[in-house]
């Protein structure tokens, strides 16, 4: 049983910073793509970046897109989402989730499922960040 632990999330105003950490349980995550994703009250959750553990490979959405980065640190099982020139609509409840590559699925299809379709096998407890001044 995968487990993740998100941190790093806090109050920050308009145009500034924030990383956000998910720590993984399993050591290496070679077999998973992970992803972040954000929820705010009475909307759907959504995905904002998700990232191939084997190769690197990565995507954004379109409102995060030259402003996020996500990366991972695969030794310590750890994948961070950088966010810069934080907006008031940034605000939300930030998840990871994991989703294990399955026979005959090439990455880029698993990147798919995950960030488009939400299909996860795990989530995260999420944290809070808040943009306000």
């Known amino acids: 049983q995968l487990q993740l632990v998100e941190s790093g999330g806090d109050l920050v105003q308009p145009g500034g910073s924030l990383r956000l950490s998910c720590a993984s349980s399993e050591v290496p995550l070679d077999y998973y793509a992970i992803g972040w994703f954000r929820q705010v009250p009475g909307k759907e959750r959504e995905g904002v970046s998700c990232?191939?553990?084997?190769?690197?490979?990565?995507n954004y959405a379109d409102p995060v897109k030259g402003r996020f980065t996500i990366s991972r640190d695969n030794a310590k099982s750890t994948v961070y989402l950088q966010m810069n020139s934080l907006k008031p609509d940034d605000t939300a409840v930030y998840y990871c989730g994991a989703a294990r590559i399955r026979e005959e699925e090439t990455w880029d299809l698993l990147l798919a499922r995950l960030c488009v379709g939400l299909e996860t096998d795990y989530w995260g407890q999420g944290t809070q960040v808040t943009v306000s001044s």
């Open positions: 990232l191939s553990s084997r190769d690197g490979t990565s």
